[in-house]
């Protein structure tokens, strides 16, 4: 055992001694895809950046009026024919899509109230903490 720890150093420094030096890197190697010609992917602070891709916009007046577009995430099928208005319920036309009310026009008894009550005080409070100093 002696002899064979004695002989591998022995012919470690000859080799050392006899050949010309020639450093051989055995820490961080390159990655297989670059070493392979593949894609390097790039790399933003959070991750790789994914490219955004296009979606095409529907511009026939005719399919704008008569379908929901983009209501069709399958790759086959259509989107969804609009029916006539009598066919859709009362409560859909009687929706508020103009403005958000003000809590002074809402009615102290909903819960509507008290959350939107609720949710402007917590904007208040982090609006004044922030403007406090350390």
Not at 103 to 118: C, F, I, S
């Amino acid at each position: 055992m002696i002899t064979n720890i004695f002989t591998k150093s022995f012919n470690t420094i000859r080799q050392s001694i006899l050949s010309p030096t020639v450093l051989s890197r055995t820490y961080a190697k390159a990655p297989a895809t670059a070493a392979l010609g593949g894609k390097k992917k790039k790399l933003g602070k959070l991750g790789p950046v994914v490219e955004k891709k296009e979606i095409p916009v529907e511009t026939d007046a005719n399919k704008l009026v008569n379908y929901v577009c983009g209501s069709n995430i399958l790759k086959t099928g259509q989107d969804i024919k609009l029916k006539p208005d009598s066919e859709y319920p009362d409560w859909l036309w009687s929706l508020n899509v103009d403005r958000i009310i003000p809590v002074e026009e809402m009615d102290p008894n909903t819960k509507q109230y008290w959350r939107r009550l609720r949710k402007q005080g917590l904007r208040r409070n982090n609006q004044l903490n922030r403007l406090k100093k350390f």
